[in-house]
Nanobody
């Protein structure tokens, strides 16, 4: 599967951005999808994930109540709506997909099976 993330940019603290990730392949509706991020000098962080049906979601404590993950299986696209952005949200955000296990497995593992190129999100204070 190929993943292409977009929507990153520079925003002031308190602002919003919506990331999109377009996926190739016919089996998108069967994939667990997720967003991870990595800031310079920091470990990769699993930000959010969504089950194949969209019925289950996961959020890191650091983004709960501010970020919303969603998917449109008809468009092979997953989104990350980011509100009330903080400078500490600055990172490269990566779209990822999991094809072999359920949502819980990938959360526990802290990673997924496929990755796309990241998109930079910079939040200024």
């Amino acid at each position: 599967v190929q993943l292409q993330a977009s929507g990153g940019g520079l925003v002031k603290a308190g602002g919003s951005l919506r990331l999109s990730c377009a996926a190739s392949g016919r089996s998108f509706s069967r994939y667990v999808m997720g967003w991870l991020r990595q800031a310079p000098g920091k470990e990769r962080e699993f930000v959010a994930a969504i089950s194949w049906s969209g019925g289950s979601t996961y959020y890191a404590d650091s983004v709960k109540g501010r970020f919303t993950i969603s998917r449109d299986n008809a468009k092979n696209t997953v989104y990350l709506q980011m509100n009330s952005l903080k400078p500490e949200d600055t990172a490269v955000y990566y779209c990822a997909a999991g094809s072999n296990y359920g949502l819980g497995h990938y959360i526990e593992r802290g990673g997924m099976d496929y990755w796309g190129k990241g998109t930079q999100v910079t939040v200024s204070s």
